[in-house]
């Protein structure tokens, strides 16, 4: 079984103030007991998340030791997941536009980002069925790991 995150998961990680900081400390320690069980469970993301989560990290919080706890992260001896970097050809991303066009008002409360809609095209790409993330815009696209 695979999984991908998405960039609230890793935001709310790290930021105390975020509503689901503590869901996110709770899921980690989910995710090292249930991955020293069973270590073929994968997680991973890919890399427009990354992006998405350092600018959202630079633009919301200001502070560079919060890059730096990223750098760890997505780089370092704190990652925890494979991260997955795309061709990010045209015809690529013209599947992840796509994605984004067939589900216009189909999600509740808004329609998909290109990040979110990246992350329903890489799961299908590379048999992903599970997700992370505290956005409700996933139900009944990917089943969500430890149900929210």
Do not use: C, W
């Amino acid at each position: 079984m695979k999984v991908i995150i998405d960039t609230n998961y890793f935001y709310a990680l790290y930021v105390e103030k975020d509503i689901f900081h503590q869901k996110a400390l709770a899921l980690l320690e989910t995710i090292h007991q249930k991955t020293k069980k069973n270590p073929s469970l994968g997680f991973l993301t890919n890399q427009f998340v990354v992006q998405e989560t350092y600018t959202l990290m630079n633009y919301r919080i200001k502070q560079s030791h919060f890059l730096h706890k990223l750098d760890e992260l997505f780089f370092g001896k704190a990652r925890f997941f494979e991260l997955y970097y795309s061709n990010s050809h045209i015809q690529e991303m013209k599947q992840i536009i796509q994605v984004m066009k067939d589900y216009i008002g189909m999600t509740p409360k808004r329609n998909l980002s290109f990040i979110d809609a990246s992350l329903i095209y890489h799961a299908k790409l590379l048999g992903v069925n599970q997700i992370i993330s505290f956005d409700g815009h996933f139900k009944n696209i990917l089943e969500y790991f430890n149900k929210q």
